[in-house]
């Protein structure tokens, strides 16, 4: 029965990674429309960033969105490849906000907070996924021969 009510935890801890991927996908979408189409409007000037080019910076964000909501939606589909895809692209995002944390400190520091929340809900407790994924990253050795990750 407890292992139940984790099982269930965790998934909840996967299920607001993908919902939270999704957002923050629909945010870099919408910032990089922002960036392309009305940059007058934004809040700094592109010598703060380190992309300089505004129009760059709109495909990055793009791109980047588009790849979060992607993992974002396998997350909620529970696909297999999703969750090592969201790790990866999560990763990404976090470093990638260091080209806007001259322009944007509070929203960079913000988003990198949120990127390691994603991340340890990702990771945490990762070996009882495994098992349920069917041996999913499993050592190359077993109990006998050393410790199971």
């Not at 870099?28 to 429309?33: E, I, L, P, T, Y």
């Not at 080019?53 to 495909?59: F, I, S, Y």
Request: glycine fraction near 10%; include cysteine.
């Amino acid at each position: 029965m407890a292992a139940e009510r984790k099982g269930m935890a965790l998934s909840g801890f996967v299920v607001f990674a993908g919902a939270m991927l999704m957002v923050i996908g629909l945010v870099n979408v919408f910032q990089a429309f922002v960036a392309w189409f009305a940059d007058d409007r934004l809040a700094a000037k592109p010598e703060h960033f380190v992309v300089v080019n505004t129009t760059a910076w709109g495909w990055v964000l793009l791109i980047s969105g588009l790849l979060l909501m992607a993992v974002g939606g396998g997350l909620l589909a529970a696909t297999g490849w999703s969750r090592i895809a969201a790790i990866v692209v999560v990763c990404l995002h976090a470093v990638s906000q260091i080209a806007s944390f001259g322009a944007y400190p509070v929203w960079s520091l913000l988003m990198i907070a949120l990127d390691v929340v994603v991340l340890w809900a990702l990771t945490a407790r990762w070996s009882d996924v495994r098992d349920r994924l069917g041996g999913v990253g499993d050592a190359p050795w077993s109990s006998a021969q050393g410790p199971q990750v």
